[in-house]
């Protein structure tokens, strides 16, 4: 006898995703604000524990390399991926300080500091939260469903309504790539002609020679 396939998970999915919509507003104003930010020469730094230490680094891999067109790189850094910084630290000081001390090394005022769980109450996120806050860097949070600790100190949350974290990470993905799809738009050069692939500029000519 053949069972049927267990489609709850796709369910439950469904449900969350009609819900998670209302949120595209929110996307899109990370995304342009990245743009901004980052054209300026501000970093993008995310942190999350296991799967959402994942999804923070496909996140910076779609910045520092590129979303779907061709433009030029932007500084963002998974900071679980130095596995050597972190280790060191989770040893010399406590696995609470492993993202709060990469923050202070590495953060500065005007940057973004984009923290990924599904809970929302892990405490190395919550430590490198306030440590962002005391430098000046704005907080965004992507969580599960509210209330929980890291939404409520944030500058700005994400919080996805979802019945399992399964779901709540894969929405987390969609979140990602929503960002990463207003990034792009706000980057691309307004006066580019048609075809002109988002970050180049288009060729012109200097004293009567063509030139980049």
């Not at 520092?64 to 061709?70: C, I, L, N, Q, S």
């Not at 929405?171 to 706000?186: G, K, S, W, Y």
């Not at 002609?193 to 970050?199: H, L």
């Amino acid at each position: 006898m053949t069972l049927a396939t267990d489609v709850t998970h796709c369910d439950d999915l469904m449900k969350a995703l009609e819900a998670f919509r209302a949120d595209a507003p929110l996307l899109q104003r990370w995304g342009t604000d990245l743009a901004g930010r980052m054209s300026g020469g501000a970093r993008l730094l995310v942190a999350g524990n296991g799967g959402s230490a994942a999804q923070a680094q496909h996140l910076t891999a779609e910045l520092v390399g590129r979303y779907r067109e061709d433009r030029p790189p932007f500084s963002a850094l998974a900071l679980h991926a130095d596995t050597s910084a972190t280790t060191a630290i989770a040893n010399d000081y406590g696995v609470q300080e492993i993202f709060a001390r990469q923050v202070a090394a590495h953060g500065r005022a005007g940057d973004v500091l984009m923290l990924l769980s599904t809970s929302g109450a892990s405490a190395n996120l919550l430590v490198a939260a306030v440590r962002a806050q005391r430098l000046g860097m704005s907080v965004w949070a992507a969580t599960g469903p509210a209330p929980n600790p890291l939404q409520a100190c944030a500058d700005e949350a994400l919080a996805v309504a979802a019945a399992t974290g399964a779901t709540v990470q894969e929405l987390h993905l969609v979140a990602v790539h929503m960002i990463c799809e207003a990034f792009d738009r706000a980057v691309e050069p307004p006066d580019a002609p048609p075809g002109t692939p988002s970050g180049a500029s288009p060729r012109r000519t200097v004293a009567g020679k063509e030139g980049a």
